[in-house]
């Protein structure tokens, strides 16, 4: 009997052993589990805390060091159509097969448009420092225009900044034209100063685009008022004999003439707008229907590109005609016509127009 109360007690005992064994086991299995749960909470904090601050461009530098200077994200330029002709890509327009005989003839003076509905609109004396602003203005609307640019009249073709707007201009598909080097009246010239005109604008294109004009308009239009008189006739046939297509224009919107670089002529944006919209409307009432229209602006002046371009485009298109570049309303509908030559641009262009 006392065996069997003294086996039982030592039962007892080892019981209460056994669970005060397990009660330590599963606690400190608990404890562990918090602590290795606190721990990975605490990593994928740091870790989120890391990623976030990843993803906005902040660096994360040991104390002490000196972060990195944060490199600029490349963005590729868009994909656009085109056709390589002569390893130059004619940019926007998609082409087939060999260009067509051009319709146009060099040494002809055009002052309107011929095809049925069309009306173009064309931009002397440039490039200038507003010229980025109406290309901004020319891709919302998405028409095509003409530049007729000089070498050295606002600016020097070759500084970076003017070439960049002529580049830009040619990339987005706009007809680019001569206006000469320097914007003379060529029938105060000889024939050799004319061909010298010529022929620096045409080796400034070719080392920017690897172009050379076909469509040319001389400055003031000089040379093409005269009906046969020896100073039309000397400047017709040298740009004749030079390949060159002469257009001018029949609607000069006078914003060279009274715009705001003229301090004689100061005026308000309003009456400017008045005046200038009033030669076109009236060249256009005067015309009648169904006459095709080549109207003359310039990119040099502010107000030209901010209000009366706006205007320009808001009043031909509402009249039902197709804005497109002078060659295109021409009849040269090919861009592949637009230019005499097309060659692989210069790799190191001169950076000045001197000597």
């Known amino acids: 009997m006392t065996n069997d109360k003294g086996e039982k007690r030592s039962m007892q005992t080892k019981n209460k052993i056994l669970i005060a064994v397990a009660s330590i086991i599963v606690v400190a299995g608990i404890a562990v589990g918090i602590y290795f749960g ?44 085109g056709t390589m002709v002569n390893g130059t890509i004619l940019p926007y327009y998609t082409l087939t097969g060999p260009a067509p005989a051009p319709v146009t ?132 046939s040298t740009l004749k004999t030079m390949g060159y297509v002469i257009a001018t224009w029949d609607i000069a919107t006078t914003d060279a003439d009274i715009d705001d670089n003229n301090p004689t002529h100061k005026l308000t944006d309003e009456a400017l707008a008045k005046i200038e919209q009033g ?13 095709n229209h080549m109207q003359l602006m310039h990119d040099t002046y502010q107000r030209t590109v901010r209000n009366l371009s706006p205007w320009s485009i808001g009043y031909i298109k509402g009249l039902g005609y197709k804005i497109v570049p002078v060659a295109a309303c021409l009849g040269d509908t090919d861009p592949r016509n637009w230019y005499q030559t097309f060659s692989t641009p210069a790799a190191n262009p001169p950076t000045t127009c001197t000597p």
């Not at 040991?62 to 330029?77: F, I, Y």
């Not at 604008?201 to 690897?210: H, I, K, P, R, S």
């Not at 030669?279 to 169904?290: D, E, I, L, M, N």
Request: charged content about 15%; glycine content about 8%; aromatic content about 6%.
């Open 38 to 81: 606190v721990r990975k909470n605490d990593n994928n904090s740091n870790s989120n805390s890391f990623s976030d601050k990843a993803s906005s461009g902040t660096s994360i530098v040991p104390s002490g060091t000196t972060s990195a200077a944060p490199q600029p994200t490349v963005v590729p330029p868009p994909l656009q159509n």
């Open 105 to 236: 003839t060099a040494g002809t003076v055009y002052t309107n448009c011929v095809v049925n509905g069309t009306y173009s609109i064309s931009y002397d004396d440039g490039p200038s420092a507003y010229t980025h602003e109406l290309l901004d203005l020319l891709d919302k609307e998405q028409i095509k225009v003409t530049f007729f640019v000089n070498g050295n009249n606002d600016g020097c073709i070759y500084d970076p900044t003017v070439r960049s707007v002529i580049k830009r201009a040619y990339d987005s598909g706009h007809q680019i034209a001569s206006h000469t080097w320097s914007h003379p009246q060529l029938t105060t010239l000889t024939v050799e100063q004319i061909t010298v005109q010529m022929k620096r604008v045409e080796q400034a294109l070719l080392d920017l685009l690897g172009i050379v004009p076909r469509y040319m308009r001389p400055p003031f239009g000089d040379g093409t008022f005269g009906n046969g008189n020896a100073g039309d006739v000397k400047v017709q």
């Open 279 to 291: 030669v076109v409307t009236s060249a256009v009432t005067a015309a009648g229907p169904g006459a």
